[in-house]
């Protein structure tokens, strides 16, 4: 199965829900492995294909208003890896 993210026309749209992602992975989450589990969303991240700002999938957010997909391999350059 793919990867989940949600799909955002904005940078600002972008850092609202890499914050709130985050935060509800730290308030929710009994994950020991706390850098690995939420360096995705320390950056913003904008798909090749269309330049639309995407953000890692938070179990514990949910899809609130966000749109979410699967990601692609063409979503991502060589510099940063299929998935992320």
Not at 10 to 36: G, L, P
Request: proline share 5%.
């Amino acid at each position: 199965m793919s990867k989940l993210y949600y799909v955002l026309d904005t940078e600002q749209q972008s850092d609202v829900c890499r914050e709130q992602a985050f935060q509800a992975h730290i308030s929710e989450s009994d994950d020991s492995n706390y850098n690995n589990a939420t360096t995705g969303w320390s950056e913003t991240m904008q798909r090749a294909t269309d330049g639309k700002y995407i953000v890692p999938y938070c179990e514990h957010l949910g899809g609130l208003s966000y749109v979410v997909e699967p990601c692609e391999p063409e979503w991502f350059t060589h510099e940063r890896p299929y998935g992320l």
